[in-house]
């Protein structure tokens, strides 16, 4: 049904929605204090990272960094839209979920009519495969590549039959040709005709992580050029952040340990067929960090296969590139670069799957990688070479995030180019080496930042926003993080019900939210008195800074033309240490 869910039904959804009991029913959960813990879901732990708070309605993960309320979580778990995790939990305690006139309908309702014709195109292409005249020659090409009609099925191969209509012809409906168009299968020339874009190829449909047709890639059965042709960016279709063949790995059974990233979709199907089922490709382009950040949600490990040849070891560099900024504590990239001549379907056949998968766990990490690509372009028995190593690795080591892994690669870089670690970690953050300062002592919880302090409070208990008077005296306040402090007062004086979980739904898709989830998953320690004089505190904190800032403005600009009658009552109001009434201030 088309049109947008309102906001009030998703608040109140949230609010009687138990997410301990969302969650329990797709991943056991035991009891630890207060929360609930389990093995993260998201990706591979031994050690449960994964904590559900039920008084928060909220989860986190302090491995891998998955978070949300239970929208959030069946979105992941279930590979959901948003709308189709709403209607998952309205239907489990008997709610209709009800829709807004116009608003966005119109978008949702055409992105499912391209879904809608992905799908009966897809379907057209297998029947193709199957009882098209001239189908023998893909069949057999497969055939000859070793695949079996099971494995066919599983990722859905079908054939594009030769000419310029075939397609077209079946698409009769004018609306399913401009939906065509919009998709990249069909091509409008100049004169306003229309043309088959696959022609004579092997189809591959390209699944998002819910198993939808968002795509095709179309092999071709001869020598002809390009050998591999891919839809073109759509409006359900991105290629810098989808990867062919991870539904299917997901989708196999098994617990995945790690993924390996292969060039083709050839190479995908052909592994599979040897009972690897862990091959994904990209789809023509070089490895992005949204595909890294897609990878390592599903899995710790990612290995890169790559030809051995000059040509492979560029497109290797540029992975490593892209993957610096995703390696995190806890993750691991690797490269296995391929024999002269050799591709993984070549390679598998010829060595067999347990020995292709023993090269794949033997492969070389990203630091080795790393290391010795920058050391054959140095000299590094000489001076000169061990400092242009460091000139080579310091842009590198610096996109990689503060962690453990980013400490030995520097300790590694220090041993490779003789300098102590001191002088190197300064040269790489580029700032001149100093003595490290001595860890100063904890903050008391009113020394912090009172705008952190008090978002934080209204994360642990929504209800403190109604506590405040309105307005709060910081309206008009310039410090970072002020006006997310009173966008969150205002929501939580209209909602003082509102879970944690419920409030950051509000922020779901901004650039805030990864920062209040994080908040929000920080411990508190408050004294004997409770949460709200804490908050009452940061908050008197906040008002005591911006009275003490106009104060400042008031008396310079009295000095510099004067002040307006209405400026001088509340400068005397300010200094007498009480807030002006409404109306006398700005």
Not at 164 to 184: K, M, P, S, V
Not at 347 to 359: I, P, S, T
Not at 491 to 520: N, Q, V
Request: with cysteine; hydrophobic share 40%.
């Amino acid at each position: 049904m088309a049109g947008r869910i309102p906001q009030h039904f998703i608040d109140e959804l949230l609010n009687r929605v138990d997410i301990v009991e969302v969650i329990e029913a797709r991943v056991p959960l035991k009891k630890a204090g207060r929360e609930f813990q389990a093995c993260c879901p998201f990706h591979n732990e031994k050690t449960p990272s994964f904590t559900v708070s039920p008084g928060k309605q909220f989860y986190h993960c302090f491995g891998c960094g998955a978070h949300g309320s239970a929208v959030g979580f069946l979105m992941e778990y279930e590979n959901l839209d948003f709308p189709e995790a709403i209607e998952e939990l309205a239907r489990a305690i008997g709610l209709e979920v009800p829709r807004e006139a116009g608003g966005a309908g119109g978008e949702d309702s055409r992105r499912l009519d391209h879904y809608g014709l992905l799908e009966k195109v897809e379907r057209y292409f297998r029947q193709q495969l199957r009882h098209h005249r001239q189908a023998e020659r893909a069949v057999d090409y497969l055939k000859a590549r070793g695949l079996s009609g099971e494995i066919a099925q599983t990722f859905g191969l079908g054939y594009a039959p030769p000419g310029w209509d075939n397609l077209l012809r079946q698409l009769t409906a004018q609306a399913d040709r401009e939906l065509a168009c919009e998709l990249g299968l069909l091509v409008k020339k100049d004169d306003g005709s229309l043309y088959d874009r696959f022609r004579d190829r092997i189809m591959f449909p390209i699944r998002d992580r819910r198993g939808r047709c968002i795509g095709f890639g179309g092999r071709v059965l001869g020598d002809e050029s390009p050998k591999y042709m891919n839809s073109p960016e759509s409006p359900v279709f991105h290629k810098g952040q989808e990867l062919y063949g991870l539904f299917e790995a997901r989708k196999a059974g098994q617990k995945l340990e790690r993924l390996l990233v292969v060039e083709g979709y050839m190479d995908v199907v052909a592994l599979a067929q040897f009972g690897l089922t862990e091959a994904v490709a990209t789809l023509g382009t070089a490895t992005t960090q949204e595909h890294l950040e897609r990878l390592y949600r599903t899995v710790d490990e990612v290995v890169f296969c790559f030809d051995g040849d000059a040509a492979g070891r560029r497109a290797a560099w540029r992975a490593l590139e892209n993957a610096l900024p995703a390696m995190r504590d806890g993750r691991e990239a690797r490269f296995l670069f391929l024999p002269e001549g050799e591709d993984p379907d070549s390679l598998v056949r010829r060595l067999g799957a347990q020995a292709f998968r023993q090269k794949t766990v033997e492969s070389v990490p990203l630091s080795q990688f790393l290391f010795e690509s920058l050391s054959k372009q140095v000299d590094t028995a000489s001076v000169d070479g061990r400092a242009r190593l460091v000139e080579l690795a310091r842009p590198l080591l610096a996109r990689l995030p503060d962690s453990v892994f980013r400490d030995l690669m520097l300790e590694r870089l220090a041993q490779l180019s003789g300098l102590n670690s001191a002088q190197l970690r300064a040269r790489i953050e580029g700032r001149p080496a100093a003595p490290t300062p001595a860890p100063p002592a904890p903050r008391r919880a009113s020394e912090r930042s009172p705008v952190r302090t008090a978002i934080r409070l209204l994360l642990e208990q929504p209800a403190l926003g109604a506590t405040l008077a309105t307005p709060c005296g910081l309206e008009d306040l310039e410090l970072p993080g002020v006006s997310l402090l009173l966008e969150l007062l205002e929501l939580t004086r209209r909602h003082p019900h509102m879970t944690t979980g419920g409030i950051l739904e509000h922020w779901r898709g901004r650039t805030e939210e990864p920062h209040l989830a994080r908040l929000a998953a920080t411990p508190v320690a408050i004294g004997h008195d409770g949460f709200e004089p804490e908050f009452q505190g940061a908050v008197q904190r906040l008002i005591e800074q911006r009275n003490s800032r106009k104060v400042e403005y008031l008396l310079q600009k009295e000095r510099r033309s004067g002040l307006t009658a209405a400026e001088k009552d509340e400068l005397r109001q300010l200094v007498a240490g009480t807030r002006p009434t409404s109306g006398q201030g700005a």
